[in-house]
C-alpha cells in the first residue's frame, strides 16, 4: 500500500511559438509535404504579381477616359462613373435617398433589437420591428402617397440583388418550416404532399422555375389581370428557395434526441407548443450554418435574373459593357462583380460562425 | 390512503410481433411508493411509459384518477397534467435556462401567471438544493444536479402521481445519492411514486410494495422486508443474488 502526494500543476511546454518548429511541423514535415509546399509557393508567385500589377500597381483610378487609362493595367475609371447604375440600376438618381435609408433602417433596427437584449418588452419591440420593417421598405422604394412611384422594371443593380436574396430567403422561411414538419408529419396526406413539393422542386433547376413564373404563370390570369414582374420572380424564388430550407430544417429536426419529445408530451404540452417552444428553437440553431448556407446559394442565383429581364448587378454590369465609350473594359465589370459578391457573402458566411459559436454554448450534448 | 390512484387492468402492449406486457394488473393506491424492478428488457419501462401514453398499449386499460386513458388528445393531455415523469436522461430542455426549464408547463400548460409560477418554482429549487443556479443553463451542471432540476420540474404542477424511469442509471456514480436523498424526501411527503430502479437501498427505505417484473411479466410482488428477505421465485432469487453481491 501506497499513499501519493499530491503534487502542483506545472506549465504546459508551449512549442508552437518557435516560427521554425512550427515551419517544420506544417510546411515541411516530410519530403512529400515539402514538394508540395515548394510547388504551391511557386505557384502563387506566377499569380499574385501579375494579378496585383494588374489590379493594384498598373491600373487607373483617377476619373479619366478610356483612352486615357492605360493597357497595362486595369482601369477603375468605368466603374467609378458605371457605379451608381451598378448599385441602383436604372433607379432615378435624385431619388437614391430612398434605398439609402431601407439600408439604414435595417442597420439601425438590428442595432436596436442588440441593445434591448435585456429588456422587458424585448420581443414585442422586436416582433413590431421585424413587421413594419418591410411595410416601410416597400412604401419608400416603390412609393405611395406623398412619394414618387418607381416602378420595379427600374430597380435594378446590387440593390434588386440584395432585396430579391433577402425577400426569398425570408419569405421561404416560414413555408420551409412547415413543409419540413409536414415532412415529418404523421398524417399521411401532409407527408405526401410536402415531400412531392419539396422533391419536385429540387428536382429542377432554378431557372426553370422562373422561367415557370414569368411565362406560365400569367396564362392562369384573367384577360386584363397583370402581375409585377418582380412579384413574380419573387413568387417563383420563394418557391425555391423554400425546397432548400424545408430540407436544412429537416436536418435539423431530426438532430433534436427522442427525449426531448418525450418530456415535451409528459408535461403536458400541446403538439404547437412543444414544436414552438422546445423543438424549432433547437432545429433551427442547429440549421443556422446551412440556411446562411443556402442563402448563400440563393444570392449567388439571383444573377439568373436576366434571363427573365431583371437586371441584377451581374446583368448591369453585362449591360455596360456594350457602352461605345468603354469598349473593351468587361474584365474591370466582372472583376468588380466578383469583388463585391466575394465581400458580402464572405461576411455573411463569417458572421454565420459567429452565430454559430455563441449559441454553441448552451447546447453541448 | 384508500382510493385507487392508478388502476392498470390486465394490460397488454405488442412492439409488432414482440409481446413486450403480458396481462399486467396493478393497483396503486394514493400516497403509495412502488418500486419496480427487473432485468433490462423486462418491460418496467415500457409499463410506466404507458402510465402517461408516451406508449400506446393495445389491450387492457389503465384508469388515472378516475379517468380512463384512452386515444383522445384532451383526455391524454389531462392525465399528463396529473402525471409527471422523471426521465433516465433527464430530457431537461438545452436551449432554455434551469428556472425557464421548470416554469414552462405552470405557464403554458396549467396558465400560472409568469411571476407566479417563478415564485413557485425557486422554492422547488431551494428544495432540491440549487435555487443558485436557477439562471444557469442545463448544460453547465453536473449530472446530478441535472437530475435533480429535472425532478423540481416534475414537481412544479403539483401532480398526483410522479413516474421515475430509472432515473438514477446514467449517474456518475458519486451523484447518485444527491438525487436519491431528493426522492426519499419527496416520499415522506405522501407524493404517489412509480420508480422503476435498481436502487434496492431506496427500496428498502421508503417503498410501500416492491415489483418484479420479467419477460413483460409481473412475477412476484411483495412488502420491501419480505421481497428482499423471502423471494418466493427461484427468478428473483436469482436476480437478487446478482444485483446484492456487487
Known amino acids: ?296 446559394a440563393l444570392f449567388k442565383d439571383t444573377t439568373l435574373l436576366l434571363i427573365i429581364g431583371l437586371f441584377d448587378i451581374l446583368s448591369m454590369v453585362h449591360l455596360t459593357t456594350s457602352d461605345e465609350k468603354w469598349l473593351g473594359r468587361s474584365t474591370e465589370g466582372y472583376v468588380f462583380v466578383m469583388v463585391v459578391m466575394w465581400i458580402i457573402l464572405y461576411s455573411i458566411s463569417h458572421y454565420s460562425k459567429v452565430l454559430e459559436l455563441r449559441y454553441s454554448t448552451e447546447h453541448k450534448n | 390512503m384508500n382510493t385507487n390512484i392508478i388502476e392498470i387492468n390486465s394490460l397488454n402492449k405488442w412492439y409488432g410481433e414482440f409481446h413486450a406486457l403480458k396481462n399486467i394488473n396493478l393497483k396503486v393506491k394514493e400516497g403509495e411508493i412502488i418500486v419496480i424492478c427487473g432485468p433490462s ?29 384512452n386515444d383522445d388528445v384532451n383526455n391524454i393531455r389531462h392525465i399528463r397534467t396529473e402525471v409527471s415523469m422523471v426521465f433516465q436522461h433527464f430530457n431537461l430542455f438545452p436551449h432554455l435556462s434551469i428556472i425557464d426549464n421548470l416554469t414552462l408547463a405552470p405557464i403554458w400548460v396549467h396558465g400560472k401567471s409568469k411571476q407566479e409560477s417563478k415564485n413557485k418554482v425557486l422554492r422547488l429549487l431551494d428544495r432540491v438544493g440549487i435555487k443558485d443556479q436557477a439562471k444557469k443553463y442545463p448544460n453547465q451542471l453536473s449530472s446530478g444536479q441535472q437530475q435533480r432540476v429535472a425532478i423540481a420540474r416534475a414537481l412544479c404542477t403539483s401532480p398526483k402521481v410522479i413516474l421515475f424511469d430509472e432515473p438514477t442509471s446514467a449517474l456518475d456514480p458519486e451523484m447518485i445519492s444527491e438525487v436519491l436523498d431528493v426522492m426519499i424526501g419527496l416520499a415522506k411527503e405522501g407524493v404517489t411514486m412509480l420508480c422503476v430502479t435498481h436502487e434496492m437501498g431506496f427500496a428498502k427505505k421508503v417503498a410501500n410494495r416492491v415489483i418484479f417484473m420479467d419477460k413483460g411479466q409481473i412475477i412476484e410482488e411483495n412488502k420491501p422486508k419480505d421481497f428482499f428477505n423471502n423471494p418466493e421465485s427461484r427468478r428473483l432469487q436469482l436476480f437478487l443474488d446478482q444485483i446484492l453481491s456487487r
Open chain 1, 1 to 296: 500500500m501506497a499513499v501519493f502526494k499530491q503534487q502542483t500543476p506545472k506549465k504546459a511546454p508551449n512549442p508552437e511559438t518557435k516560427i521554425v518548429s512550427w515551419l517544420r511541423e506544417n510546411l515541411f514535415p516530410n519530403a512529400t509535404n515539402s514538394a508540395l509546399t515548394l510547388l504551391a509557393l511557386y505557384v502563387i508567385y506566377l499569380i499574385v504579381p501579375v494579378v496585383a500589377n494588374w489590379m493594384l500597381f498598373d491600373a487607373t483610378f483617377a476619373p479619366v477616359s478610356n483612352e486615357q487609362c492605360g493597357i497595362k493595367g486595369a482601369c477603375w475609371s468605368y466603374i467609378f462613373e458605371k457605379l451608381d447604375l451598378f448599385i441602383y440600376g436604372f433607379y432615378p438618381p435624385e431619388i437614391y435617398w430612398r434605398p439609402q435609408w431601407v439600408l439604414i433602417l435595417a442597420l439601425s433596427f438590428v442595432w436596436i433589437a442588440k441593445l434591448l437584449k435585456q429588456h422587458k418588452y424585448k420581443t414585442k419591440i422586436t416582433i413590431t420591428l421585424i413587421i413594419i420593417y418591410p411595410i416601410i421598405s416597400f412604401f419608400l422604394l416603390y412609393g405611395g402617397p406623398g412619394l414618387e412611384i418607381v416602378e420595379t422594371y427600374k430597380w435594378g443593380g446590387l440593390m434588386l440583388t440584395i432585396i430579391v436574396a433577402t425577400v426569398g430567403v425570408i419569405a421561404s422561411f416560414p413555408i420551409g418550416v412547415l413543409l419540413a414538419l409536414g415532412r415529418q408529419s404523421k398524417m399521411p396526406i401532409i407527408r405526401f404532399l410536402s415531400i412531392i413539393y419539396i422533391e419536385f422542386i429540387r428536382g429542377v433547376p432554378l431557372i426553370t422555375i422562373l422561367f415557370m413564373a414569368s411565362v406560365i404563370l400569367p396564362l392562369f390570369f384573367k384577360e386584363g389581370m397583370d402581375m409585377d414582374k418582380l412579384l413574380r420572380a419573387l413568387i417563383g424564388i420563394t418557391m425555391f428557395q423554400s425546397a432548400y430550407i424545408a430540407e436544412v430544417i429537416r436536418g435539423g429536426l431530426q438532430a433534436i434526441p427522442r427525449g426531448q419529445y418525450e418530456a415535451a408530451d409528459a408535461m403536458g404540452l400541446n403538439f404547437i407548443q412543444k414544436i414552438v417552444l422546445i423543438i424549432l428553437p433547437q432545429a433551427l440553431k442547429i440549421s443556422i450554418p446551412n440556411i446562411v448556407g443556402s442563402f448563400i
Open chain 2, 41 to 69: 428488457g423486462s418491460g418496467k419501462s415500457t409499463l410506466i411509459r404507458c402510465i402517461n401514453f408516451l406508449e400506446k398499449f393495445q389491450e387492457g386499460s389503465i384508469i388515472v384518477d378516475g379517468i380512463t386513458l
